[in-house]
């Protein structure tokens, strides 16, 4: 195997283990509520869960420090043209995926479904928010030291700004927090997620400024493995600096609660320290101790190899579920009420329904990998 090729290995499971985990948490099967980690925290805390879309982000930042190598030899408006692009491109995709299937039925005739009520922000959306300004920041500020600055005044500042511009009462509430007052005001109510049953956006304008430093730690935790190779010592450097990362998050909690859907700077220490420890993890057992012998890696790597698609096809294809309807029940429901509730009654039915589609997906990605089919943007 190439030297490439071994560096991508890792990268490819982590993200792997990323997205089936995501799909699973994502498409619980309907008629029990979930197990508890499996559900998100309700507003402050942590569970596995909110763990999912920050390592996406990490893993985003991990493939840039691959990426980014080939700027170097391009002009400077050829790099912005194609940061911009992909970055834009991936926000696009987002917004029509939450605009999908586009109609809807009215009194019986199907109508194109309106647009001025179609959310704007959503998980692609940050994801390429993110790329582009994490990406802008380390080709332009070249200094290490200089990023790792910005970084922090990201984190600090993203505090302060709640404190200053949101209800001084409660400045950490899901409807009193500035990000969401900033949300209103240029999105409106309309084009904001209602999932928790008001107006309000877990992936908003404001709570960008954090996230984006969760694509910077991956891009620097992959840099650094790059240089350093894949040895004892870039194992225990990496799970350090997680654990001291998890340290002041955990201290930084006592002021700034942890909550993945305000996106609390804390959020951001917690899951990259966590991301960081996971990584070394990944290259001692698979690089190190090479551990993958058994090719267990390829489950992984299959759709690693192909996220953004894979994520997308599970978004889609449960939109579809939801669409199609067998008597007075939609096929999702149905599903899980005719089988999984039946022969598994409770969570656990629930759980294996989220295991069974995400494996649907994954024998997609496994189409998409035995003919070499990589998708990317």
């Known amino acids: 195997m190439s030297q490439k090729s071994e560096r991508f290995l890792s990268l490819d499971v982590f993200r792997g283990l990323t997205i089936c985990f995501m799909i699973i948490v994502n498409t619980p099967g309907s008629g029990a509520a979930p197990f508890a980690p499996l559900e998100h925290a309700a507003w402050f805390g942590f569970t ?95 200094s290490k030291t200089a990023v790792i600055v910005v970084s922090i005044l990201l984190l600090i500042g993203y505090q302060v700004l709640l404190l200053v511009f949101g209800d001084h009462a409660a400045p950490y509430g899901m409807l009193t927090n500035a990000g969401t007052y900033l949300d209103k005001f240029v999105l409106g109510d309309n084009h904001l997620y209602h999932g928790e049953g008001v107006a309000f956006d877990p992936e908003g304008i404001l709570g960008t400024l954090p996230a984006i430093v969760n694509v910077i730690v991956g891009y620097y935790a992959g840099k650094f493995i790059q240089e350093k190779g894949k040895g004892y010592e870039t194992i225990a450097r990496l799970a350090l600096i997680g654990c001291v990362f998890i340290f002041i998050a955990l201290t930084w909690n006592m002021s700034f609660p942890i909550g993945k859907k305000l996106w609390s700077s804390p959020f951001t220490l917690l899951t990259t320290g966590i991301d960081m420890v996971m990584i070394a993890a990944l290259i001692y057992v698979v690089e190190v101790r090479a551990w993958n012998k058994a090719n267990w890696t390829s489950f992984f790597t299959t759709v690693g190899k192909n996220p953004l698609a894979i994520y997308i096809l599970s978004e889609i ?42 494996l649907v997906c994954w024998a997609v990605g496994k189409v998409l990998d035995n003919k070499k089919i990589y998708i990317r943007v």
């Open 48 to 142: 596995p869960t909110d763990l999912v879309f920050p390592s996406f982000l990490f893993a985003v930042g991990n493939a840039m420090s691959f990426t980014m190598k080939k700027f170097d030899a391009l002009s400077t408006g050829t790099v912005l043209y194609r940061v911009l692009k992909r970055g834009l491109l991936i926000f696009l995709i987002g917004y029509l995926m939450y605009w999908f299937p586009f109609v809807e039925p009215h009194n019986g005739v199907w109508s194109m479904k309106p647009i001025d009520h179609t959310r704007i922000m959503g998980v692609l959306q940050r994801i390429g928010l993110c790329y582009i300004f994490a990406s802008l920041i380390i080709y332009f500020i070249r």
């Open 317 to 358: 294809l449960v939109i579809a579920f939801w669409m199609i309807h067998i008597g007075n029940k939609n096929l999702y429901a149905w599903i899980n009420d005719v089988f999984y509730q039946k022969i598994a009654p409770g969570a656990i039915g629930s759980l294996l329904f989220a295991v069974s589609y995400m």
